[in-house]
């Protein structure tokens, strides 16, 4: 270990690191750069190319690695990140990072380009990004990604019965789904304010298991824009407040009560919400994942209120 440490390569390359993505990170912050393929992808694989110009390459990977990982976390202790967001974000980093690496290891190999250990030559990579960054915030301009997510549950009730369970909830809890131990917004209660077109319904959210300063708690609160009890529910979210989470966003909430049988409803939760994160074939399998977990959590909720309710009035 004290020769890794030790090794002046896996000093360059940790340095390296730390000016590269605390370049993106701090862009990120002042509103310079997206949620986008340029920081997502651009900035891991430059770095990637830079840190395999490094001469002594056998713990340059590592160095970018752990300096990766602690950079990252670093954002997740005073609260400025979730955990998730981090655990997400490294099976695209650290890949690409390994891809640029690759690419100028094989440029050494075969003579096209010469080692070098000096700083001021391995930070010329990061112009691209420095020039990346503007250029897509004047072609892209906020571009949203509008996305729905369907949740289908049949319960043993009638129509009528799961609607009314399901249109105000005074307290959620259930067994959580395992993106819940990190730090996924777990609902705590949904207040409806008026029965009727154009009432409000508000719900609570708090941080999921792992949360730092609450990061993921806050308020959604929707407008119900169209009812028919026990048939359809359909609300458009007029206020979404759940800290830390900027580049999600939600449009409208819809459950539909479809009678099966006498004595079974089948209950469709549709969730509609924008992303401005790209590339959208890595990102969007994640984001369903994660609010089908949020909709698997109220519908298990669901389930044990109408049983606990049900069941009292059957023993009385």
Aim: with cysteine; proline share 4%.
């Amino acid at each position: 270990m004290k020769q890794i440490l030790k090794d002046r390569s896996f000093q360059l390359s940790i340095i390296l690191t730390f000016i590269f993505l605390g370049t993106g990170i701090t862009f990120l912050f002042l509103g310079w750069v997206y949620y986008s393929w340029v920081l997502f992808i651009l900035l891991p694989l430059i770095l990637g190319l830079a840190i395999g110009a490094i001469p002594n390459t056998r713990y340059v990977l590592i160095g970018a690695i752990v300096a990766t990982i602690i950079c990252l976390m670093g954002l997740y202790v005073p609260g400025l990140s979730g955990l998730l967001c981090i655990v997400m974000t490294l099976p695209i980093v650290v890949p690409i990072i390994c891809i640029g690496y690759i690419v100028t290891h094989l440029a050494k190999r075969y003579d096209e380009i010469k080692s070098t250990n000096l700083l001021p030559v391995l930070l010329i990579p990061l112009i691209p990004f420095l020039i990346a960054a503007p250029v897509e915030q004047r072609i892209r301009k906020d571009e949203q990604a509008i996305i729905e997510v369907k949740t289908v549950g049949v319960f043993n009730y009638t129509s009528q019965q799961v609607y009314d369970a399901i249109k105000s909830v005074d307290t959620l809890d259930a067994d959580k789904p395992f993106l819940m131990n990190f730090d996924l917004p777990i609902p705590t209660k949904c207040v409806l304010e008026k029965e009727e077109v154009g009432g409000l319904r508000t719900c609570y959210f708090k941080g999921g298991r792992l949360s730092n300063a609450d990061f993921g708690g806050g308020t959604i609160v929707e407008k119900i824009t169209r009812l028919q009890k026990g048939k359809v529910l359909q609300m458009d979210v007029v206020n979404y407040n759940l800290i830390g989470r900027k580049w999600l966003g939600f449009k409208q909430a819809i459950y539909y009560f479809d009678s099966v049988g006498a004595h079974q409803c089948k209950m469709t939760r549709i969730t509609t919400y924008t992303s401005v994160l790209t590339p959208r074939w890595y990102w969007e399998p994640l984001e369903k994942m994660g609010i089908r977990q949020e909709h698997d959590y109220v519908f298990s909720n669901l389930e044990k209120d109408l049983k606990r309710k049900y069941r009292s009035v059957i023993s009385h």
